[in-house]
């Protein structure tokens, strides 16, 4: 299994720009969520999904869109990148089943100058 | 009030001593509580569930304090590769993680 896989590793936008941050996991696991992560904070929830079609916000959507039709990916786009949404971007996934632990994918740090 | 609080540090702690952090949280509806643990420029990885009854596994040991809405984790004979930042996790019943700022511990030789 890959677990949870990011692309890219690294960005750089330009305000105003839109991207999408890839997310995949093959673990058949049906919550996958958002996060971004800044320094000396900790994660904040941006989106999730508990099934495929199904998604939801967290403690900082806007700016931020989702989608989930299939249980393996679940991209995040960015709409019109701000500069403060330079940041670590972490998505993760949680199987259905104790114990409820969160496989993270290794991070996309994006850079909005 | 962050609904999950912890010492920010760091804590500087020589190689071999005992170190112990604390977090607490709360929302009171919280089920289940992890630690993470996170290295510079990682992502998060798990280091150990929170049970009630309080759990060990080599040489870290957790405990969870309901009443009191309190978590522990507690490591002993500490290393060098121990220096991380050690992030707390409550979960409630809709599966919602809230994180911890972390609490960046240093081992020093």
């Known amino acids: 299994n890959a677990g949870v896989t990011q692309t890219p590793k690294f960005q750089v936008l330009k305000t105003g720009q839109s991207m999408t941050l890839q997310c995949a996991q093959d673990?058949?696991?049906?919550?996958m969520s958002w996060y971004r992560q800044d320094p000396g904070m900790g994660l904040r929830l941006i989106h999730y999904?508990?099934?495929?079609?199904?998604?939801d916000q967290g403690e900082v959507p806007n700016g931020y869109n989702v989608s989930r039709s299939t249980t393996e990916d679940f991209p995040l786009r960015l709409l019109s990148a701000a500069p403060s949404q330079t940041s670590v971007y972490f998505c993760?996934?949680?199987?259905?089943?104790?114990?409820?632990?969160?496989?993270f994918g290794p991070g996309t740090r994006l850079t909005v100058t | 009030r962050k609904e999950v609080e912890q010492d920010p540090g760091p804590f500087n702690v020589p190689e071999g001593a005992t170190v112990a952090f604390n977090c607490t949280y709360s929302?009171?509806?919280?089920?289940?509580f992890f630690w993470y643990r996170q290295d510079c420029r990682k992502e998060p990885k798990l280091l150990m569930s929170v049970y009630s009854s309080g759990n060990e596994d080599g040489r870290f040991t957790a405990q969870l304090n309901r009443a009191s809405q309190y978590i522990s984790l507690l490591i002993r004979d500490s290393k060098l590769s121990d220096s991380a930042t050690y992030l707390c996790v409550a979960m409630d019943s809709n599966y919602q993680l809230i994180w911890g700022a972390g609490t960046k511990l240093i081992i020093k030789p």
């Open positions: 993760a996934s949680i199987p259905g089943t104790p114990p409820y632990e969160q496989y």
């Open positions: 673990m058949n696991h049906e919550y």
């Open positions: 999904s508990v099934g495929a079609g199904i998604t």
């Open positions: 929302n009171s509806a919280s089920q289940s």
